[in-house]
């Protein structure tokens, strides 16, 4: 009992001085501008993971651990604020100015952040640079809450479809807008160095969509290119990044030892002999004697194994001959192969160098402005037969010729050069290289190979894959025989290179302070040719002697724009735009 009383007491002092080490802190968080109470502010107790938000009132209450004295206290579009904490307190939030005054480039213009009303997000020159993309809009990925971004490929030029704030039509078009310095981008966005790029801003809701009509139901995405910030001497720019593409899909839990493949065949086997009637010795034979023999018979169509003659291939304890060794020496029409298989997926697939080089070159004063810039982009996908390569170049400058009247230009080019596979996404096609291999058994070869286990080559200095259609010492595959798409891939050609061009002129009259007439003038251009080469020498058309593809296309459109624009801010409170414009396009 005694023991009970001592141990109650020393719990109780224990709560006691836990109870006397915490403080407990109340307060109210206001507006500086209007005195109004904050509701929803962070309140933290610095150090810790303490911490509690203001209620509808901007009232709080938390505990203080002995020793911290410090609060900070933080809001969305406020300064961060630290304050000694002490009971009764009261914190006056001051509105940060730089997110407030932030401009952002909207429908036809820009606009303070703190006088925007309608839903948009504005993803800067700074997050782009902290990403690897090829496909600028591929920046957006986890940036912007209710834009989904998906790839149907992971080719090195592959763009991704993009859905903001889901579907909104169950058969018309479901792509958003997208706007390049003021004016609709059909071109490829994958022909857009993202290094140019100053800002994207993504226009969510009917309000932000409104200007553009139908054609911005799905959203708008603004893109707008650089230039020189005012106050600045000329500066040159270089920067090089040097990456490596790996295969980021990690390979399902299958059997990739030969042995245990061959022992499961085996397993497979034995018990469909075992139903049909036969004894476990004969099951155990005739189940052995089938895995290296007619594929109609259970058999995986391939002997790789080499043992001593008069013992079976697999024990009566379901397990491999221990004197079995992989690999076997056939041959075949008075020709000696060795017959050993390969990793289909590590064959097929490499780790690809990625390498891309910017130079940049800016200056402006009260009057004038340029930017320009070259990029290089080298892109190597994780296959021999993918690829991308990009060379761009941009040119933007503009002059305040009077006082009144701005003009000003941006152009720029692209030009790349892409290899791909085949289009063949279904997992039941022979030219889908990544479900054929996936599918691969570990027992069957990806090489031909001569007696001598060097790989085999044909009279056209081709290195020679298995088709699994008996050319390898006669051997043929039970499944997806007759293919082999890695050196499909290798053999045959699916090459597009092409050009992208822009130009883009504008002349600004602003009569009074705040009413602008600017006119905007925009061309573009997409051309591409397409080559497409399979080979006379395996796989489907090597019966007809090989077969060639060509295209040539080019797309164009222009754009005219006449925007009378008032823009005032009445009694520093209130903000008031009026806009009259006309816009034509063709494409």
Not at 230 to 243: C, I, S
Not at 335 to 352: A, F, I, L, Q, S
Not at 353 to 370: H, I, P, T
Not at 532 to 561: C, I, M, W
């Amino acid at each position: 009992m005694i023991k009970k009383l001592v141990l109650f007491f020393a719990c109780l002092f224990l709560y006691i001085g836990q109870a006397s080490a915490q403080t407990n802190i109340t307060g109210t968080v206001v507006n500086s501008e209007d005195g109004e109470p904050v509701v929803g502010a962070t309140v933290k107790v610095v150090g810790t993971n303490t911490g509690a938000v203001t209620d509808i009132d901007g009232r709080f209450s938390l505990s203080v651990p002995s020793g911290r004295s410090q609060l900070e206290i933080s809001y969305v579009g406020m300064e961060t604020k630290t304050v000694r904490a002490s009971n009764g307190m009261k914190v006056t939030l001051v509105p940060d100015e730089n997110v407030l005054d932030e401009v952002m480039v909207v429908a036809f213009g820009t606009a303070k952040r703190s006088a925007y009303t309608g839903s948009a997000k504005v993803v800067g020159a700074e997050d782009l640079q902290k990403v690897q993309v090829t496909s600028v809009t591929n920046a957006l990925a986890g940036s912007v809450a209710g834009v989904q971004l998906t790839s149907a490929n992971g080719a090195p030029d592959a763009t991704s479809t993009i859905r903001i704030r889901g579907f909104s039509s169950l058969n018309a078009g479901k792509d958003p807008l997208i706007i390049v310095d003021g004016a609709p981008y059909s071109s490829p966005l994958s022909t857009i160095n993202p290094s140019d790029v100053e800002s994207m801003t993504v226009l969510k809701d009917a309000a932000s969509n409104a200007l553009y009509g139908a054609r911005g139901a799905n959203g708008v995405i603004i893109i707008t290119t650089k230039q020189a910030k005012k106050g600045r001497d000329a500066t040159v720019n270089f920067d090089a990044k040097f990456g490596w593409n790996t295969r980021a899909l990690r390979q399902y839990d299958v059997i990739t030892d030969p042995a245990q493949y061959y022992e499961a065949q085996y397993t497979a086997v034995y018990n469909q002999l075992i139903d049909k009637g036969l004894s476990p010795e004969a099951a155990w034979k005739q189940a052995s004697n089938a895995l290296t023999g007619d594929m109609s018979e259970g058999g995986l169509g391939y002997n790789i194994w080499s043992w001593p003659e008069g013992q079976l291939l697999i024990g009566q304890n379901g397990r491999l001959n221990p004197n079995a060794t992989l690999g076997r020496k056939v041959t075949y029409k008075g020709e000696d192969y060795w017959v050993t298989p390969d990793d289909w997926m590590d064959v097929g697939t490499r780790t690809g160098q990625r390498q891309e080089y910017n130079l940049s070159v800016s200056g402006a004063n009260e009057r004038s402005n340029f930017f320009a810039s070259l990029g290089y982009l080298d892109n190597e996908g994780i296959t021999d037969a993918s690829n991308y390569k990009r060379l761009t170049g941009r040119l933007r400058a503009d002059y305040q010729a009077k006082k009144w009247m701005k003009v000003g230009g941006n152009l720029s080019f692209s030009h790349f050069d892409s290899n791909s596979l085949g289009n063949n996404g279904s997992s039941t096609s022979t030219g889908n290289i990544w479900a054929f291999t996936s599918q691969m058994a570990p027992v069957y070869p990806a090489w031909i190979r001569n007696g001598d286990g060097s790989k085999k080559v044909d009279a056209n200095g081709i290195t020679m894959m298995d088709y699994g259609n008996g050319l390898n010492a006669g051997f043929g595959r039970p499944f997806i025989s007759d293919a082999n798409p890695i050196l499909d891939s290798k053999l045959n050609t699916r090459n597009t290179e092409g050009n992208t061009a822009s130009a883009n002129g504008f002349v600004d009259f602003e009569f009074i302070p705040g009413l602008k007439l600017s006119l905007n003038g925009t061309y573009n251009l997409y051309e591409r040719r397409l080559t497409y080469v399979y080979n006379p020498f395996y796989g489907q058309f090597d019966s007809t002697g090989g077969t060639v593809e060509k295209e040539h296309a080019r797309d164009y459109n222009y754009n005219l724009q006449q925007i009378l624009k008032y823009v005032t801010k009445i009694n520093d409170v209130h903000n008031l735009s009026i806009m009259a414009a006309h816009e034509w396009y063709n494409a």
